[in-house]
T-cell receptor, first 113, second 112 residues
Framework: DVKVTQSSRYLVKRTGEKVFLECVQDMDHENMFWYRQDPGLGLRLIYF???????EKGDIPEGYSVSREKKERFSLILESASTNQTSMYLC????????????FGEGSWLTVV | GENVEQHPSTLSVQEGDSAVIKCTYS??????FPWYKQELGKRPQLIIDIRSNVGEKKDQRIAVTLNKTAKHFSLHITETQPEDSAVYFC???????????FGAGTRLTVKP
């Protein structure tokens, strides 16, 4: 079974804090993704990576950065958290190329106060 | 980039009835269209997908149809059951591409 693990399920952070969301997959997948899920807005792509040290902006990259130093790990960084970044964050992975199933982690609920 | 629109945002049906969810996409190069189901408090999981070389695909009570000319695709669930209640997401991507864009989701409620 493919496993995508997000280390933190629930976080509460203060405005202005730097926040790290970590994601690890165990299937040697080339592609990794960070999505944000908000009611009525669906799953919006923040960043994705198709290889180590490679990253591509998605539709809503502002206020976020990512890091992929190892193939199995993809980190989402909020440089200075703001209240409008309160959301559910979903990490996902898939095999390289398109047309492959995306496997999601369980999600990280982030509240910024 | 690709833009996927999904309708309706909520859908309520009686157990045993059919449910249809529709999506449109903007990029004519897209050729892979998966559907994901997210039960309450759980992660989204793939339930069925279709590639552009076919117009329809079935898996038991679930079917997807694709109209490439009109750039829309639909999910059909027949004989709905309470356990079908969930949020359903459509998505689109290019087969040789790496990113995936999702629709806004449809909350399906099946009333017993």
């Amino acid at each position: 079974d493919v496993k995508v693990t997000q280390s933190s399920r629930y976080l509460v952070k203060r405005t202005g804090e730097k926040v790290f969301l970590e994601c690890v997959q165990d299937m040697d997948h080339e592609n990794m993704f960070w999505y944000r899920q908000d009611p009525g807005l669906g799953l919006r792509l923040i960043y994705f990576s198709y290889d180590v040290k490679m990253k591509e902006k998605g539709d809503i990259p502002e206020g976020y950065s990512v890091s992929r130093e190892k193939k199995e790990r993809f980190s989402l960084i909020l440089e200075s958290a703001s209240t409008n970044q309160t959301s559910m964050y979903l990490c996902a992975s898939s095999q390289g190329g398109g047309g492959n199933t995306i496997y999601f982690g369980e999600g990280s609920w982030l509240t910024v106060v | 980039g690709e833009n996927v629109e999904q309708h309706p945002s909520t859908l309520s049906v009686q157990e045993g009835d059919s449910a249809v969810i529709k999506c449109t996409y903007s990029d004519s190069a897209s050729n892979y269209f998966p559907w994901y189901k997210q039960e309450l408090g759980k992660r989204p999981q793939l339930i069925i997908d279709i590639r552009s070389n076919v117009g329809e695909k079935k898996d038991q009570r679930i079917a997807v149809t694709l109209n490439k000319t009109a750039k829309h695709f639909s999910l059909h669930i027949t004989e709905t059951q309470p356990e079908d209640s969930a949020v359903y997401f459509c998505a689109a991507s290019i087969l040789n591409g790496n990113d995936m864009r999702f629709g806004a989701g449809t909350r399906l409620t099946v009333k017993p």
